[in-house]
């Protein structure tokens, strides 16, 4: 309960003009019956407590209700008071202060003569609405100190938590101006400066994605966008608004940092000692800081992904983000919204909070856009609008997003024919084939196949805590002789699974998964004959990768191939 001693510089006040007015004395006490206010000679006993022999007030402060006493001393109320023998006063009216249901005290008058009685009895009423009024007002000032100690509470409160909070908040006054601003706030807006007062715009671009609205925040200089919540304050006399935001470069960290699931490998965590391997690193070392778009080729697991984390470890965006997304595992119609985001309400069954797509989210980066064959025709020319203007726009928004990124796409698909079979649009296969690169097959360059397979034993040796000794020579062999169609992610396989049936420390042929113990040499020439066109179609192709695109490069093909150009030309188109 409030206690009116805090306002008794007031309550004094009122206790004065009561006094002046009806030419009596009046004190006032609080309702632990403490004296808070008094004239004549009260004034000289404050804040003394009265409990003892005040049994009028008692009587206000439980019932609620007025008292008025005509013969103070002789009254039935004064039964228990130890002073009633020598009572001075002749009249007494006690009006309990209420605050809603609460008595904060009484205001009490008494009469010192028997003249001030008689007059006071004879305008009973009117002095009667007189104190209540008195106490009205001591209560509505009682009630106002209260709010207003409770409300700058709730601000010192407020203050404290939203400085100490991870999340940006601004307080934002009445005229518009800022009124606090939090550290969390200050250092995502690149602010150093002191800004208080300074003029702030919020405009929301009209975005809601990851369930929060897209704004601009202006503060003089300074503009930043950030996703976040305002919360309007009503019927405040202060402040209007406090904005509560997060970094959008920090919402894109954290989904990455929940998405990203990519094994970083730079060129020396690439195994492989065969020439080709070795023609690769160094490929990869030249093409990693240029910004054009690379094409990587190759079988299903012969490590695209691999050499595209590669390059971007080699490249100085290596601190930047590399975002990959696979084209083939995610089912077609989210795959454009996987991409490109989309913003709230953007199209029914959508999640109502927004996303970001997959080319913001790599923007500044590196976005992989794995297994690209399997990219339907409709998102081809989308992709290709991308990497030409170099912008995205999320789903049902209008705001273009200015993208700065390297691409780098891969595919296990022979793209020339899927476009002679008009299923991948031929200028979006020019605009990502500028810096091609091809991953032979594991089976052609057996001296990787070693060089893994003891990589890999070593690897999973430790991880199961295992000894390892020795692999025998036609165990060796056996590997060596198989065609690998699943390429490196076969052998790693394998591999695992040998050292789990390794026994004694020795791998040998009945470590073996049946398929490779039963891949005599048969099965090896029955499963590794192919076609002769096919054979000449892959050797062409190396050609080319290796000498280039260009008529001279082209030249070099044909007599490496030991073919005249015109056949060549004629081959190539077909
Ligand atoms: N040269 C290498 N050195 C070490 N590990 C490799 C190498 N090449 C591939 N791997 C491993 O083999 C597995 C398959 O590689 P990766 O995923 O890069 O192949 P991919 O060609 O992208 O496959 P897919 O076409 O199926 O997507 C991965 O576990 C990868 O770490």
């Known amino acids: 309960m409030y206690d009116i001693s ?56 439980l019932s609620g209700e007025r008292q008025i006493v005509y013969e103070p001393g002789k009254d039935e109320r004064c039964r228990n008071c130890k002073e009633k023998e020598f009572c001075q006063e002749k009249f007494e009216i006690s009006m309990p202060i209420k605050l809603n249901e609460e008595i904060l005290g009484v205001i009490g008058m008494a009469c010192p003569s028997e003249e001030a009685k008689e007059y006071i009895i ?17 209560a509505t000032r009682a009630y106002e100190e209260q709010e207003s100690l409770f409300r700058s509470a709730m601000y010192d409160t407020l203050k404290t938590v939203i400085k100490n909070m991870d999340e940006g908040a601004i307080i934002i006054d009445n005229d518009g101006l800022v009124d606090t601003i939090n550290p969390s706030a200050k250092k995502q807006l690149g602010i150093t400066r002191i800004i208080n007062k300074e003029k702030i715009d919020i405009l929301p671009t ?52 929940m998405t990203s699931t990519i094994n970083i490998m730079g060129t020396d965590k690439i195994i492989g000692s065969s020439p080709q391997t070795k023609a690769l690193k160094e490929e990869i070392k030249k093409v990693s800081n240029s910004i054009s778009t690379i094409l990587i080729t190759g079988e299903s697991g012969s490590g695209k992904e691999v050499v595209a984390t590669a390059i971007w470890q080699n490249s100085d965006r290596r601190n930047k983000r590399f975002v990959a997304i696979n084209c083939a595992a995610i089912p077609e119609p989210l795959l ?10 953007a199209f029914t069954g959508a ?11 790599a923007n500044n ?36 997003i200015p993208l700065d990124l390297r691409i780098i796409a891969a595919t296990n698909k022979d793209l020339r024919k899927m476009i002679n079979e008009n299923k991948f649009r031929e200028d979006l296969y020019y605009r990502l084939n500028v810096i091609p690169i091809h991953i032979v097959p594991l089976r052609e360059r057996k001296e990787d196949i070693l060089d893994l397979l003891y990589y890999f034993i070593d690897y999973y040796r430790k991880l199961f805590g295992k000894k390892f000794i020795k692999i025998d020579e036609k165990t060796v062999q056996k590997l ?30 009945s470590s073996l998964p049946l398929n490779i113990r039963n891949n005599d040499e048969k099965n090896i020439y029955k499963d590794s004959i192919r076609p002769l066109k096919d054979i000449e179609s892959d050797e062409i192709k190396k050609a080319i990768n290796f000498y280039g695109d260009s008529t001279e490069g082209k030249l070099k093909a044909a007599k490496a191939l030991g073919i005249g150009i015109a056949t060549l030309y004629r081959k190539l188109n077909q």
């Open 6 to 61: 805090n306002i008794s510089q007031i309550v004094q006040k009122y206790a004065q003009i009561t006094a002046s007015i009806a030419g009596v004395d009046v004190e006032v006490v609080n309702y632990k019956l403490i004296r808070v206010a008094g004239t004549g000679i009260f004034n000289e006993l404050l804040n003394e407590d009265v409990s003892e022999n005040s049994h009028i007030y008692k009587n206000a402060i």
């Open 122 to 138: 004879k305008n009973l009423d009117n002095y009667l609405l007189f104190l209540e009024q008195i106490a009205d007002f001591i």
């Open 206 to 257: 009209g975005d809601t994605v990851e369930n929060s609205m897209e704004y601009v925040v202006r503060i003089g200089e300074n503009e930043n966008k950030v996703i976040g919540d305002i919360i309007d304050i009503p019927n405040n006399p202060m402040y209007r608004q406090v904005m509560l935001f997060r970094d959008i470069n920090k919402v894109h960290t954290n989904i990455y940092e």
């Open 336 to 345: 454009e919204s996987e991409l490109f985001g989309y913003v709230k309400g």
């Open 351 to 361: 999640d109502p909070r927004g996303k970001i797509g997959k080319f913001e989210l």
């Open 365 to 400: 980066g590196v976005i992989f856009l794995d297994e690209i064959g399997d990219m339907p025709i409709y998102l081809q020319s989308k992709i290709l609008r991308v990497i030409q203007d170099k912008k995205v726009t999320r789903i049902g928004s209008n705001q273009v």
């Open 480 to 509: 060596l002789e198989y065609p690998w169609y699943g390429n490196v992610r076969e052998l790693e396989n394998t591999v695992e699974f040998m050292v789990n049936m390794m026994e004694d420390g020795v791998i040998n042929e």
